[in-house]
């Protein structure tokens, strides 16, 4: 039988559809093109639900897959399938649906559809009074179709923001096994990965459920001792977990990329208090501090919202400056969108759409100002650069009086620093050859900015090596 899959939303939902293709694979079914010349016997949807937004396209993908071959098997996976009424599901025509801790299921329930020819709905109670579900053993044993690999570590929250309905359609905190993760990373390292990004949906709660004190720290340290695998990169984390002690810790973790995507929201204290998150400006600040106390010039990210219910022109004004203040590497701007059943999509002073995108376009100018600011403070600065492909690219100011004429158009080497900062190193007879997978010690010479505005560091002086 042919399989075909479709994956909508973050990180770990990635790293479980990876984990249900192989599964699919292991038992004999041919996996083919989502939308490919080849129709499928089955599709599987993997659905987000993170905002109205994210649910609407999981349904417009599980009706475009009964649309390529209405006779298919249609399952709809995770989130939208979690946080969805019996009912709306049913509207959906759907075949089979699989919760968010439902997916290594996903052969037992195919099996049982074609056995029975009925709908079959597993689907467990993530918030079940008196019940605490397992992490659910889910796992990626062949080599990614990229040159990183992802491990999910953790699933679930427990922190209730109040814009976020991502409690509900994951569940309470639930840690994966410390041996699993070491088992996993040591055998991708055994098929070349050099570089591990750990992910979940709230990695700072890791082993807050185990009882016996482990932490992500300790998983660091664990990683670090693998052969072959060179980076770990830790996909995300909140800001109450970093502290001095925690660092000290961490210290000897050579391999970990000094590159932190702490999420912050909002740059104002009151907004902050609105969303239920649980630090201030001040606190966030003190932790930026630490850890360019511990790192030398660490790339720190964000996450921020703009048009949260009740944001006035001065709130917005606090995150506008506090960007500054932080000095973020780079920032995600998301302007509100209310989320049904959550607190906020009821809260009182919602924002018009007009005032959310005229603040998202002042807070990615300002982003875009402090990213140029510090691609510039680290030309000359020596760093690694894992390769991971060879790509024709356009450069902008590219012309024959430009600051890189001669190069738009032609092949780069395109990775990343270990602080997440885009590299292009020309490619071309004579120059240094590397393949996806190498590591290469680059001195950045300039930056430039891509045709679709991407600013990227560009080394054009072929003096890196391997």
Known sequence: MKAALHNLGCKTNSYEADAMEQSLREAGYEIVAFAGDEPADVYIVNTCSVTNIADRKSR???HKARALNPSAVLVAVGCFVQTSSAEELEKEGIDICLGSN????????????????????????????????????????????????????????????????????????????PEDIITEAAGLADRGIKELVLTGINMSAYGKDLGDGTDIGDILLRLNDIKGL????????????????????????????????LSLQSGCDSVLNRMNRHYTCEEYLGICDLLREYYDYPSITTDVIVGFPGETDEEFKETL???????FFDMH?????????????????????????????????????????????????????????????????????????????????????????????????????YNAGDIVNIVPEDVAEMSDGELVLLCINKKTKK
């Open 333 to 433: 701007v998301f302007a509100y969108s209310p989320r049904e059943g959550t607190p906020a999509a009821g809260m009182p002073e919602q924002v018009n759409g007009r005032t959310k995108r005229l603040r998202s376009a002042l807070l990615i100018q300002k982003a875009a100002e402090l990213k140029r600011k510090k691609l510039e403070s680290l030309k000359g600065k020596a760093d690694i650069v894992l390769i991971e492909e060879v790509r024709r690219l356009e450069l902008a100011d590219a012309g024959a009086d430009g600051p890189f004429q001669g190069l738009s158009g032609r092949e780069f080497y395109v990775g990343h620093t270990s602080r997440y900062m885009k590299v292009l190193i020309p490619a071309g007879e004579g120059d240094k050859q």
């Open 102 to 177: 439902d997916k290594g299921r996903l052969l037992g329930a195919i099996s049982e559809f074609l056995e029975k020819g009925s709908p079959v709905n597993m689907i467990t109670d993530l918030w079940q009074a008196g019940k605490k579900d397992e992490y659910e053993a889910l796992s990626v044993s062949e080599k990614p179709k990229h040159t990183r690999a992802f491990i999910k570590i953790e699933d679930g929250c427990d922190q209730f923001c109040t814009f976020c309905i991502i409690p509900y359609a994951r569940g309470r905190v639930r840690s994966r096994k």
């Open 230 to 261: 060179e980076r770990i990169r830790i996909s995300s984390l909140e800001p109450g977990l970093v502290s001095r002690g925690f660092l000290d810790r961490i210290a000897p973790v050579k391999k970990l990329c000094p590159h932190f995507h």
């Open 60 to 62: 417009q993908m599980l």
């Open 321 to 327: 400056e506090f960007a500054g203040k932080a000095d």
